[in-house]
């Protein structure tokens, strides 16, 4: 019998993409299309005690040991887990069918593989984890025969764009807004104040992921990221600067046909798509595009304005532990930054010294790869950029 309800665990359900996730489920046409067992979060938990009582999981996983308790003395029936443990707690469970991974930093990756050994399909808006151990997770989601679901517009965007018809490309075409500095002078990027950074033209996201977004950061993690879930070289990806955000991104075919998703700006339609591909199922429904009065307009990326984009082409092509370096040297400058603790400049130029100085391991091990990331951590939370 076809089984019509999907047990879903959402991971990071506080978050940005975590919200959204439970607005598209709540809005759904379908009511009885998911069911809610399972759901985590970090530090919010006044809003997660909120999502508590609206979503009645059946497990949950809070940041502390403390938050555990607390949740465990006004929730008594709710299996309370807590920690990176308590995430893999919540993605070990036979019974689960989707696990949206929402969680930020490499905190997705473990729970990652353990759903994906269950036979869990998972809807992905972790970078960290293809990042991370791109080869590993995607042998591991082909042996089980689980399906890897992008939340990324961009990435959502070549799904829908190719039909899945992986084999027939001859390029993908993932367009970047520029983020606010699009338009500013090298020097005016080196020495941009915080406040300035946290302005993003289109996207309301997280704070580390908006200034990924105007150091061009978060596009080279999405190059990565692209190479692993659609098993095409790098010579195949190209970036195009697109400031209107309505192309969200496109696909070349083997032909020259060109394929794009066009739409206004919205995280809950890639969402809605990973949650019920590869049906289109009825729900939120954005504003439709007009296509009169528009200005579409295409760049070339600055390789030299924003050189995080190339450091990731580069750092993607060598592989191995390189993109570990990449993201973790990132991560730790970027709130560094947020701290107002260094510039904007350091960023570019830590990460440069990082990749430039370490010693790739080709083929790591999962191990291997928590142990460089956790290296460079260690070393640069110490260190003064």
């Excluded at 929730?75 to 995430?87: Q, R």
């Excluded at 809807?123 to 679901?149: C, F, H, P, R, S």
């Excluded at 919205?266 to 729900?283: F, W």
């Excluded at 429904?285 to 295409?298: E, I, M, P, V, Y």
């Amino acid at each position: 019998m076809h089984k019509t309800t999907k047990n879903i665990a959402i991971l990071g359900s506080t978050g940005s993409i975590g919200t959204q996730t439970l607005e598209v489920i709540e809005n759904l046409k379908n009511k009885e299309l998911f069911n809610i067992i399972s759901m985590s979060c970090g530090n919010n938990i006044a809003r997660f005690r909120e999502q508590i009582k609206k979503f009645h999981p059946k497990k949950v996983c809070v940041g502390t040991k403390d938050a555990a308790k607390e949740i465990e003395s006004e929730f008594p029936k709710l299996e309370v887990f807590f920690g990176d443990e308590g995430l893999i707690e919540l993605a070990d469970d036979k019974d689960l069918d989707i696990m949206l991974t929402g969680t930020s930093c490499c905190v997705g990756l473990k729970p990652t593989l353990k759903a994906i050994e269950n036979g869990t399909d998972i809807a992905l808006a972790n970078k960290e984890t293809l990042v991370m151990a791109g080869d590993i997770v995607t042998k591991a989601a082909k042996q089980a025969g689980v399906k890897i679901l992008p939340v990324d517009s961009e990435h959502s965007a070549i799904l829908q764009s190719s039909g899945g018809n992986f084999h027939l490309l001859n390029k993908i075409i993932i367009t970047a807004s520029g983020g606010p500095f699009l338009n500013s002078t090298a020097d005016e990027i080196l020495n941009a104040k915080c406040a300035d950074a946290l302005k993003h033209p289109n996207w309301n996201m997280g704070k580390k992921i908006t200034i990924d977004s105007a150091t061009l950061m978060n596009k080279g993690l999405e190059v990565i990221e692209a190479h692993h879930l659609f098993n095409l070289p790098y010579e195949k990806i190209d970036v195009v600067v697109h400031p209107e955000s309505l192309v969200h991104s496109a696909v070349e075919f083997l032909d020259g046909s060109i394929v794009a998703q066009i739409g206004t700006p919205s995280m809950h339609i890639p969402i809605q798509y990973a949650l019920t591909y590869p049906n289109r199922e009825i729900g939120i429904k954005t504003n439709s595009f007009n296509f009169f009065g528009q200005n579409l307009t295409f760049k070339k990326p600055d390789f030299e304005k924003f050189p995080c984009l190339k450091m990731a082409f580069e750092a993607g092509k060598i592989g191995g532990t390189m993109p570990v370096v990449l993201n973790a040297a990132n991560e730790v400058c970027v709130y560094k930054f947020l701290n107002n603790e260094i510039g904007m400049g350091d960023i570019f130029k830590t990460v440069e010294y990082e990749l430039n100085h370490h010693n790739v391991i080709k083929n790591p091990t999962l191990d291997e790869i928590f142990d460089v990331d956790r290296e460079i951590r260690e070393k640069l939370s110490k260190a003064v950029c």
